[in-house]
């Protein structure tokens, strides 16, 4: 059988050139060890293209899957000073090695198993096969060969750096699959302008992810800190990393594309902490992304944002973020230790700490806004009360004026800006099931103000998008209104559609089914113009429930698993099937969907190629 040369750099087929014309790779020294060799095969199906990256862990290799004949990513564990690629390639543990290279190994299958279940956001790069082969164990990922890394991309702008309005684009889906992270029990501890990729589609996507001791250093292994995104714990100055170790190093990213320079080091800020705003920035930027940056960037965990969702709220300007600020203040970081409790990854905090972060504990804090909120309110109180006392030992001094109870309540409303209200007859009311019901209704329903304080947590569901999924408080119990109930509401956020521009029709087809999506149509409302085209997603969009036509996917990408998805693409460019009008997102004739054409490769090869072992290397 005919057997082509693959580009051992972007996997491209390149025929029988020497030099690809795509990423003008040529052949070159074989690869360097400790790596595997250019061409190895592992797992059985694997080939083995160039190395992308390495660290203290393993490496990263571009790689071809033979079976279905697409490129990969493939992550290596090879644990600097553990392991030594002996015969056949395969890895032998260095004597007295045994027992941590087994903890390596442990940690390194729980993430990526933890990976493989997160599919449904885009912006996570999940394991889409784990093996072990070769002495070690392997990860595969989809290939962002073709992408940039954030920081190509800022440093390839005129400016360094990017306005709010496009930053708020790509960084959003980041920080949901943050969420989705850390609700999995998963750390990154790596985030950064170079773990950060730009896809193909202009995406942003999380690479990057190690276990937990790559990214502590004053452990075992040889650890890969990025200095100016890493938070302080990450330098063993603190307890153990958690959500808020990313929303740091997330905030410093978003800084440096906002800003166009990296932020100080969390290390030296203990001593220096001079990171600050500049002032043509700060009359650019919405003030409430200054604010959520200020927060986020604290040095010390137990001062900073905690969660992507509460950082969302705030880059969002969302009011429930207002309207919570001074509980997130001083409750929410009560104390490390409940913190660390409720954390989903909290190693045991470290015996010594650095001499300088004492110093820093010990030195007198910035007061955050709410602090001083309640200092003013609480000052002003005190000078009402004072005021009315000295009236009464004053009464018969002309020159003193006597302030009435009423007076002195409206002096205080005054000067904090609360509002008062008149007194109601208190009712009872069961709390009631608000399972499947709209948020919209319920906030805003007469009866329940006053009564209960709404919280809302959301969550990817198939139940349709903005109802109640779930509740904290057990329907049927009785209130009344001398009591302000708290109630946590799980909202479903539906499901997130993928991008899936470019991808076969059955595959995109099957791709949304997974996700939950049950009604999906299929529109072959273009004619290919060449065999790559052929039976290809070129547009995704839905059915308006109202008008019954199709609608562009706006907002943030996300539909009800019960709306109807319409996958409009190219059919073959030589068909026998009779030629119909369908409706497409563009005014001009259709044809009727095909479905029984076979898939090609993108090269248009017979399926009896095989893609190869032999090609260009570098």
């Given amino acids: 059988m005919e057997k082509e040369k693959l580009c051992l750099r972007c996997m491209r087929k390149i025929g029988s050139s020497s030099v690809c014309p795509y990423c003008r790779n040529e052949k070159s020294a074989p690869q360097k060890e400790p790596y595997l060799p250019l061409k190895t095969v592992v797992g059985g199906r694997y080939l083995i293209g160039k190395v992308v990256d390495s660290n203290g862990e393993g490496s990263t290799y571009n790689a071809f899957d033979m079976e279905t004949k697409r490129p990969v990513t493939l992550r290596e564990l090879y644990p600097k000073g553990l392991l030594t690629r002996g015969e056949g390639n395969y890895c032998l543990v260095n004597v007295g090695k045994a027992s941590e290279f087994i903890d390596a190994k442990d940690d390194f299958v729980k993430l990526w198993r933890k990976l493989a279940t997160l599919t449904g956001y885009k912006a996570l790069t999940p394991a889409t096969d784990i093996f072990e082969d070769l002495g070690t164990v392997y990860a595969v990922t989809e290939f962002l060969g073709e992408g940039q890394t954030l920081r190509e991309y800022l440093l390839n702008k005129e400016q360094g750096y990017i306005s709010w309005e496009e930053a708020r684009v790509l960084f959003m889906p980041v920080l949901s699959a943050l969420g989705e992270l850390h609700a999995a029990g998963i750390v990154h501890g790596g985030i950064s302008p170079t773990t950060l990729i730009i896809d193909a589609n202009g995406k942003l996507r999380i690479t990057g992810y190690c276990i937990p001791a790559m990214r502590t250093e004053k452990t075992s292994m040889e650890s890969e800190i990025f200095d100016g995104y890493a938070a302080v714990e990450q330098y063993g100055m603190s307890a153990g990393l958690g959500s808020y170790t990313d929303i740091y190093a997330f905030a410093a990213v978003l800084y440096r594309a906002l800003i166009g320079s990296t932020p100080m080091s969390a290390a030296s800020r203990l001593t220096n902490d001079k990171l600050m705003i500049p002032g043509k920035f700060a009359e650019q930027l919405p003030a409430y992304v200054i604010n959520a940056l200020v927060n986020a960037l604290q040095i010390l965990p137990q001062d900073r944002t905690a969660t992507a969702e509460q950082l969302r709220d705030e880059v969002s300007a969302s009011p429930a973020a207002a309207g919570t600020a001074a509980e997130a203040y001083s409750s929410a970081y009560a104390s490390l230790e409940d913190i660390y409790s409720e954390s989903m990854s909290t190693p045991e905090p470290f015996d010594e700490v650095d001499e300088e972060f004492e110093e820093y504990q010990s030195k007198p804090q910035p007061v955050k806004k709410s602090t001083i909120a309640v200092l003013v309110i609480s000052a002003v109180l005190f000078i009402a009360i004072l005021i009315t006392v000295l009236a009464g030992f004053g009464s018969g001094k002309g020159d003193e ?161 019960k709306d109807t998805i319409i996958l409009y693409y190219y059919a073959p460019m030589e068909t026998t099937q009779e030629e119909t009008t369908a409706r497409r997102p563009e005014n001009s004739t259709t044809e009727k969907q095909t479905e029984s054409a076979d898939e090609n490769e993108e090269t248009g090869d017979s399926g009896n190629d095989e893609p190869v072992d032999e090609g260009s290397e570098e």
């Fill in 401 to 561: 004026t006597d302030l009435s109870t009423n007076e002195i309540s409206e002096l205080v409303d005054d000067s904090t800006g609360l509002e008062t209200e008149e007194v109601t007859d208190i009712i009872s009311i069961r709390i009631p099931d608000f399972y499947g019901e709209k948020y919209d209704d319920i906030k805003n329903d007469e009866e329940y103000k006053g009564i209960f304080i709404f919280k809302t947590e959301y969550e990817d569901s198939t139940e349709e998008r903005g109802v109640v999924i779930s509740q904290d408080k057990v329907a049927g119990r009785e209130v009344t209104s001398e009591e302000l109930i708290t109630i946590k509401l799980t909202i479903s956020n539906g499901i997130a559609v993928p991008e899936l521009e470019g991808e076969y029709i059955e595959d995109a087809e099957q791709e949304l089914k997974d996700l939950g999506f049950k009604k999906i149509k299929k529109e072959a409302a273009k004619k290919a113009s060449t065999s790559k085209e052929e039976n290809r997603v070129y547009r995704i969009a839905y059915e308006d429930p109202e008008t019954g036509d199709w609608a562009e996917i706006s907002g943030d990408g996300r539909l009800s698993a």
